[in-house]
């Protein structure tokens, strides 16, 4: 499973773009990239994943250049409500148990 | 729709005594799981499973046991409980054995004193 470097933390002020950025430079041919939620004191939740080029839904968009060694999650105008850690996930879409591998994430601070 | 289910919410144990986390889901998801986290940590597989019946060792399963006797139920076992075991406890369960099919319960938060 390839292994993800996020930054610890970031903070933002309301209404702004934030972008957190994954770097995974031994990423496998058929891995996917997978971003999770965790606000707290509740459990982690999907909220989006890619596998090249650029991924929107509702919540988020995903960046991911040709060579696929990083990816980057943009949340569009965020609110308090975003504060939350950011897992970046990379493997096979149909992972390995015992390989699912949640890192330190990255914790979203969004300022009034 | 309910989704995952765990009780209880928060738990304080002495050390060496035992007690079962409960986890329930209602989506009739085959694979269950058991995490981990510690403080300003990600999380650690404990336990999973891929059905009724069937169970299988994460990355840290010294200390726990699982069961999985129904589909909906998949219940955490801690035996003996040490202070290293103060944790949140989160159960998830999926469909498929897809990475993007997680649903996560609300967690255990338990403290070993």
């Known amino acids: 499973l390839a292994k993800t470097t996020q930054p610890i933390s970031m903070d933002s002020y309301e209404g702004q773009e934030v972008n957190i950025t994954c770097s995974h430079n031994?990423?496998?041919?058929?891995?996917?990239i997978t971003w999770y939620q965790q606000f707290p004191s509740q459990g982690p939740r999907f909220i989006i994943q890619g596998y090249k080029t650029k991924v929107t839904n509702e919540v988020a968009s995903l960046f991911i250049p040709a060579d696929r060694k990083s990816s980057t999650l943009s949340l569009p105008r965020v609110s308090l409500s975003d504060t939350a850690v950011y897992y970046c996930l990379v493997g096979p879409e149909r992972y390995n148990f015992n390989k699912f591998y949640f890192g330190s994430g990255t914790k979203l601070n969004v300022k009034p | 729709n309910a989704g995952v289910t765990q009780t209880p919410k928060f738990r304080i144990l002495k050390i060496g005594q035992s007690m079962t986390l409960q986890c329930t889901q209602d989506?009739?998801?085959?694979?269950m799981y058991w995490y981990r986290q510690d403080p300003g940590m990600g999380l650690k597989l404990i336990y999973y499973s891929v059905g009724a019946g069937i169970t299988d060792k994460g990355e840290v399963p010294n200390g726990y046991n699982v069961s999985r006797s129904t589909t909906e139920d998949f219940p955490l076992r801690l035996e003996l409980a040490a202070p290293s075991q103060t944790s949140v406890y989160f159960c998830?369960?999926?469909?498929?054995?897809?990475?993007?099919?997680?649903?996560f319960g609300s967690g255990t938060r338990l403290t070993v004193v």
């Open positions: 989506m009739n998801h085959n694979y």
């Open positions: 031994n990423i496998a041919t058929n891995d996917y």
């Open positions: 998830a369960s999926s469909y498929q054995d897809r990475v993007d099919g997680y649903t």
